[in-house]
Each structure stands twice: as C-alpha cells, then as structure tokens.
C-alpha cells in the first residue's frame, strides 16, 4: 500500500468522503482503463468517438486531470456537432502527452 497522498485537490476531497483506499481502487481503474479508450478513440463510428470522448472527459475530471478534461470535452463538442472536425493525430498525440504527464503521480499514489 501507498503512502503517497492523493496528488491533487480533486483526489484529496474525494478520499476525505470515500477513503484513500477507495480512491486508489478508483484510479487503479482509471490507469488501466484510460489506454483502452483512448486506443478506442480513433476507431468505430462518429457516436462511438463522441461516447468514448464524454466517458474520458468524466473520468479525466474524477481523478483531477483539469486540462486534460477540457481537451477531452473540446473533442466531444466537436464530435458532437454535424458539420464538427473530426479527430486527428495532432489529437491523439496531445492526448497522449498529458495522459503521460499525469499518469505518473497518479501511480505514485496507488502504489505497487
């Protein structure tokens, strides 16, 4: 078990209501689940992208991943309109960097 504490704000008040053990399962989720969508982002239909970028967008922000959120809801927005740009690699590879960036505390937190 970790003894790191909760890497931000948004973790650290949702440990004080559910417990850092519970919030550790949480991101354990998180960091094994945010790679499969985001492998998921690039294919399917338009309403499977949008889907997938709303459910990134939510976890982003659960686990207080602020900037990566807001790139994730931009990319829904723009998903979720008709005439909207569609994802591209300069996306993707954004996408990737800040997962990286904020990957790494988060797994300090959880431990081994």
């Known amino acids: 078990m970790s003894n790191v504490p909760p890497p931000n704000a948004a973790l650290a008040e949702l440990a004080e209501v559910l417990g850092e053990d519970n919030v550790r399962t949480l991101?354990?989720?998180f960091l094994r689940d945010f790679p499969v969508s985001f492998s998921e982002l690039s294919g399917g239909d338009r309403a499977n992208r949008h889907r997938i970028a709303h459910s990134m967008k939510s976890n982003t922000r659960l686990v207080g991943a602020m900037e990566l959120s807001q790139r994730m809801a931009a990319?829904?927005?723009?998903l979720e309109?008709?005439?909207g740009g569609d994802i591209t690699p300069e996306d993707l590879a954004a996408i990737s960097r800040e997962y990286e960036v904020i990957a790494a505390p988060l797994r300090a937190?959880?431990?081994p």
């Open 75 to 78: 990319l829904e927005t723009r």
């Open 81 to 83: 309109q008709a005439g």
């Open 109 to 111: 937190f959880t431990g």
């Open 27 to 29: 991101v354990r989720t």
